[in-house]
């Protein structure tokens, strides 16, 4: 008679647990959305520093009474520069945003913004990350909805493009807007 190795056993096991967890990550609330614990809370500082030029943020921006975007970008990010012909448009229509530098030169950002267009009322330049860290960036783009008293309402991983925006950050700025 044969011996059994109980390695044989492994594979299904660890397949099994894989279509376990896959089972209950589709029934969660929100597939899409990553956990913030910035959302309800005050905005995080964000340097002093800016890139050369431009205006650097102040804590007054982000409680002047009106909703204010902050966008973490970096010119080397593709999909940051997907999302930048939108935040140019929303910038035409009078929407508050604040574009976090981040993790980038400065030289090669000068260039990006001075090319494609700055939509952005200050331009707060991090080269380390560290800002971003405090306000619990994964990953450029990031852009949080922030109320006129200074509150975090909303966080959107990704770039403001495609059925994701339109689903959930269009959703979410109108109802700061309103």
Known sequence: MAKI???MFLPPVI???FAIMAYVGMFRDDPQ????????QPAPPITDQALPGYEPVTPEMLRSGEVTLVNFWASWCPPCRAEHPKLLEMAGEGMRIVGVNFKDK????????E??????????????GRTAIEWGVTAPPETFIV??????????????????????FVPALEAALN
Not at 33 to 40: A, K, N
């Open 15 to 17: 397949f099994a647990g």
């Open 115 to 128: 090319e494609d267009g700055n939509p952005f009322l200050a331009v707060p330049f991090d080269p380390q």
């Open 5 to 7: 190795s109980p390695l």
């Open 106 to 113: 400065q030289g090669t950002a000068l260039k990006y913004l």
């Open 147 to 168: 109320d006129g008293e200074g509150t975090v309402l909303f966080r959107f991983a990704g770039p403001l493009v495609g059925s994701d925006y339109e689903q959930r």
């Open 33 to 40: 959305g990553l956990p913030s614990t910035r959302v309800g």
